[in-house]
Antibody, heavy 123, light 110 residues
Framework: EVQLVESGGGLVQPGRSLRLSCAASGFTFDDYAMHWVRQAPGKGLEWVSGISWNSGSIGYADSVKGRFTISRDNAKNSLYLQMNSLRAEDTALYYC????????????????WGQGTMVTVSS | QSVLTQPPSASGTPGQRVTISCSGS????????VNWYQQLPGTAPKLLIYSNNQRPSGVPDRFSGSKSGTSASLAISGLQSEDEADYYC???????????FGGGTKLTVL
């Protein structure tokens, strides 16, 4: 079964750091680009970051650029999001998502999603 | 304010055909393909349409997508109660260098 399972969310104070993980199974992880998408409570979807299959191409939303770092470990079938200098506006459900394109990146078409991990930034 | 503009709500009765619009600009929809997502209450988004009009395996052909210029549309025919959900369009933006989403449309089946 194709599956993505996020972990690492929780309650954190403003200015602190958190590292999210996404464990992939059921498909050849290193054949696909991966992304993080977030959704604030009661709000719409916001793309956070994406990384190509070989980490050669990486992108970030302006709202997180310079604070968040995406990475992947193909040997461990895992995707990560290091979040530093967290702000209240980073409070959201963070989804890990797989790009639909084999060996490339569509930068927008995500065919497999995890259930998300909640990040709450509050003092 | 989302880069892609969608109507906040839409509605229809069972069996009807409804369309949801997504308006953008030359830097996103005008030069890149459009994708559509369905998000049922309390669940993760699901890819409905990619590359403007392609359906992933398992998505019923009641769902269809189209694009013209800087706008795109999602059409749902034979509306069913289980189609009640939030729908989002998405595309790459060449100027912003990010994936942009529409604000979402809440579809109500009356």
């Amino acid at each position: 079964e194709v599956q993505l399972v996020e972990s690492g969310g929780g309650l954190v104070q403003p200015g602190r750091s958190l590292r999210l993980s996404c464990a992939a199974s059921g498909f050849t992880f290193d054949d696909y680009a991966m992304h993080w998408v977030r959704q604030a409570p009661g709000k719409g979807l916001e793309w956070v970051s994406g990384i190509s299959w070989n980490s050669g191409s990486i992108g970030y939303a302006d709202s997180v650029k310079g604070r968040f770092t995406i990475s992947r470990d193909n040997a461990k079938n895992s995707l990560y999001l290091q979040m530093n200098s967290l702000r209240a506006e980073d409070t959201a459900l963070y989804y890990c998502a797989k790009d639909i394109k084999f060996g490339g990146t569509t930068w927008g078409a995500f065919d497999i999603w995890g259930q998300g991990t909640m990040v709450t930034v509050s003092s | 304010q989302s880069v892609l503009t969608q109507p906040p709500s839409a509605s229809g009765t069972p069996g009807q055909r409804v369309t949801i619009s997504c308006s953008g600009s030359s830097s996103n929809i005008g030069s890149n393909t459009v994708n559509w997502y369905q998000q049922l209450p309390g669940t993760a988004p699901k890819l409905l349409i990619y590359s403007n009009n392609q359906r992933p395996s398992g998505v019923p052909d009641r769902f269809s997508g189209s694009k013209s210029g800087t706008s795109a549309s999602l059409a749902i025919s034979g509306l069913q109660s289980e189609d009640e959900a939030d729908y989002y369009c998405a595309a790459w933006d060449d100027s912003l260098n990010v994936v942009v989403f529409g604000g979402g449309t809440k579809l109500t089946v009356l």
